[in-house]
């Protein structure tokens, strides 16, 4: 295919683009700025704590260290299993939560094996004067936050704050910051004490310690104690200098009620009128917070012109979409799944070999030349130069994954750099869909959510486009566009894969086959399976396999009867399939889709340059080596990657024959040898992202066995 002309954009378009509204949107804020500390920097302020409690108690600790080197051993080892243990847990609790009862049982334990540990205090660490400040600054913090935060929505609500701060601050984020403060208020104390600096500079009792301690170690200078030492002896300089007390309450009348003032000079003449350092670290942290958290809410209204309230919220879904979760496939809680295994009983039931979609569109068709039919057959893209077609399929699991694909693929350009080569290629004029739009199963909620949703996204449909639709005369060309030969804008033709069949093919004959448009690309498909007459003699053919993984004899008939009266003998044809028949067929030793093989083989004999199939979720691709025998299929590709989750690729890692051909791979993602490295880590990482598999398969296999014990009545 060659590469696509592009034209530069007339200025005038340029310059009614740049619009006041433009402006104000790229000013204005997605969203409430979050007021939340990171949760690396609470456990880091903690571990701080922790190991360096207090100068007393480090001395303790490494004294001590040797006695007690086994018992901080179990404590380390009973920590890491808990962690082990309960991070499976952590924010995956099913409702009710009565059902989790796996946390709390964790948790009665570990603090059972805590209470049976030795005590801290007694291997040389004394927290009860550290803990008692701790909780004294933490609830005065917490009530000292939440009637600021009463009093700033109070403001809100009367107007005198902008309405960018509308949303409210979640109780945990509170809870978080004033363990935040107490902490670092706890750590200064630990390390510069309460105590006012007398101008003698005389020793207080916290150092004393410190100076019998030194002097029983003066003689060994390159001791780890000695280093120390000296640390503790820079330390001493820095809480002198930079953790001085602020003054005293003369020079504050008006807090001399309400402030706390530091213990007794360290000379022990009477008590001390200098206000205290911890109590200056925490108004110091007070004020820092509020002014934050005021300027943060302020900033986006300062910037821009006020909002109103549903304003806002349209505009918040605009600039954050709220796009589903990928499928939990093995949380066995979701209703879906179990829907889905009902739908494929019924649909195996009932509809393969009983009642065939297919057939029925077979039977609606209006042409009775099925080889001339407009339904079937499109040949409005012939005409052009050249053209660019994208191949995805798999779509409509995670809403996230699904929007990243359909955004590249809605970009005018994409530039890779290859090398020492830069590479352009343009937005494709066609977009072919290979099946399986939605998971688990095909329903309205699945279409619009997961597949729809994330694609109008990426890019929009036009102003005039209303998703109840439905579309009675296909194609509904644009208003000023005469035929579909002159439509210019991007274009999508889809087949069915095996999840779309699961309720008989209902769903993607509403919302593909009777819509037209999905995001901005326009349908002008009308069935299940379709044939393009593409430029330069290449053709698309889109065949439906169903459930079965073959064609019917009415589909197998029109594509015969194409490739006899429309399909000449140079021209070449693209194959489109939902499920790689050469590679699962060669997996399970199987042999499938006869009547695909016998219409490569026979009817198109060699004029099959390309198979294209999704169903497994990577990408891989094929390519015939040269040989004196006849070529069926000269290139094998599977793209499963449009959003779904990934399946491995070293399993058909030694694949090399079909259709009598040998073939070698050119390309695979993830590699083979990715893909075995991932393999081997799903081994563990299996358990904690799929607990509730274990959980609720453990009970149906306990269900079961134990309906099989013997029982005994007792006399």
Request: hydrophobic content about 40%; aromatic content about 16%; glycine content about 6%.
């Amino acid at each position: 295919m060659g590469k696509e002309k592009l034209h530069k954009q007339p200025s005038g378009r340029l310059i009614e683009s740049l619009k006041m509204e433009r402006m104000r949107n790229i000013l204005t804020h997605r969203y409430p700025y979050p007021h939340e500390h990171s949760r690396h920097f609470i456990i880091a302020v903690f571990a701080c704590w922790l190991f360096f409690i207090s100068s007393d108690n480090l001395q303790n600790l490494i004294m001590k260290l040797d006695k007690n080197f086994k018992w901080w051993s179990m404590y380390a080892c009973l920590i890491g299993f808990f962690y082990f243990f309960s991070s499976p847990f952590i924010r995956k609790t099913i409702k009710p939560n009565y059902s989790n009862f796996n946390r709390w049982y964790i948790a009665w334990i570990f603090l059972a094996a805590l209470y049976h540990l030795p005590s801290f205090q007694s291997m040389g660490l004394d927290l009860r004067m550290n803990l008692s400040l701790f909780l004294t600054i933490y609830i005065s913090s917490l009530i000292f936050l939440m009637v600021f935060h009463i009093i700033f929505l109070g403001l809100w609500y009367l107007g005198f704050v902008s309405r960018m701060a509308e949303k409210k601050p979640e109780m945990l984020t509170i809870i978080q910051n004033c363990a935040v403060i107490s902490i670092a208020c706890c750590v200064f104390y630990s390390h510069c004490g309460n105590r006012t600096v007398s101008r003698d500079k005389s020793i207080d009792r916290r150092t004393a310690s410190w100076i019998v301690f030194s002097l029983w170690t003066k003689h060994d200078d390159n001791t780890l104690i000695s280093r120390l030492l000296r640390m503790h002896k820079f330390k001493e300089q820095i809480c002198s200098s930079w953790f001085a007390p602020v003054g005293s309450a003369s020079d504050y009348p008006l807090l001399s009620k309400w402030a706390i003032y530091g213990e007794l000079s360290s000379n022990g003449s009477g008590s001390s009128n200098e206000i205290s350092p911890v109590y200056s670290l925490w108004a110091t942290f007070m004020g820092l917070y509020i002014a934050n958290y005021v300027i943060e809410r302020s900033t986006g209204w300062v910037l821009t012109h006020p909002l109103t309230i549903s304003e806002y919220e349209k505009l918040k879904k605009q600039l954050k979409p709220d796009f589903e979760d990928m499928v939990p496939w093995y949380s066995g809680t979701s209703t879906d799944l179990f829907k889905t295994v009902f739908d494929l009983m019924i649909s195996v039931t009932l509809f393969v070999g009983r009642f065939d979609m297919r057939m029925m569109q077979a039977a609606m068709n209006k042409t009775p030349d099925e080889a001339n039919s407009h339904d079937l057959l499109y040949d409005h893209l012939d005409g052009k130069d050249e053209l660019w077609f994208d191949f995805i399929a798999d779509t409509g699991d995670g809403g996230n994954s699904t929007y990243a694909v359909a955004r590249l693929l809605a970009q005018p350009l994409l530039v890779i750099n290859s090398d020492d080569s830069r590479l352009t290629f343009p937005r494709g004029q066609l977009l072919l869909v290979g099946g399986d739009l939605a998971y688990p199963n095909p329903s309205s909620f699945s279409y619009e959510r997961r597949f729809f949703c994330p694609f109008e996204y990426a890019l929009q449909p036009p102003a005039w486009y209303k998703p109840e639709h439905i579309a009675l005369e296909k194609p509904e060309l644009p208003l000023g566009v005469s035929e579909l030969r002159r439509y210019r804008g991007p274009q999508c033709f889809m087949i069915p894969g095996n999840h779309d069949w699961f309720d008989g093919l209902n769903t993607f004959i509403r919302y593909i086959c009777h819509k037209s448009w999905v995001g901005g690309w326009f349908l002008p498909q009308k069935k299940s399976y379709f044939a393009l007459k593409l430029p330069n003699g290449w053709w698309v053919f889109g065949l439906d396999q169903a459930l079965h993984g073959d064609i019917d004899v009415y589909q197998f008939k029109f594509f015969a009867e194409l490739c006899q009266q429309k399909v000449g003998e140079s021209d070449s044809v693209i194959i489109i399939t939902h499920e790689p028949n050469w590679l699962l067929d060669w997996y399970w030793g199987d042999s499938t889709g006869t009547n695909v093989a016998y219409l490569i083989r026979e009817y198109l004999r060699g004029r099959c340059k390309l198979r294209m199939a999704g169903d497994l979720h990577h990408y891989m691709r094929h390519s015939c080596i040269e040989s004196k025998e006849p070529v069926h299929v000269q290139h094998l590709l599977v793209n499963g990657c449009g959003g779904a989750f990934l399946h491995p690729t070293h399993v058909f890692e030694n694949f090399r024959v079909f259709y009598g051909n040998k073939y070698e791979t050119k390309s695979t993602y993830p590699s083979y040898h990715d893909s075995s490295k991932i393999a081997l880590g799903n081994i563990l990482k299996f358990r904690r992202k799929n607990w509730q598999f274990d959980v609720i398969g453990g009970f149906v296999y306990f269900v079961l066995v134990f309906s099989m014990f013997p029982q005994e009545t007792v006399p």
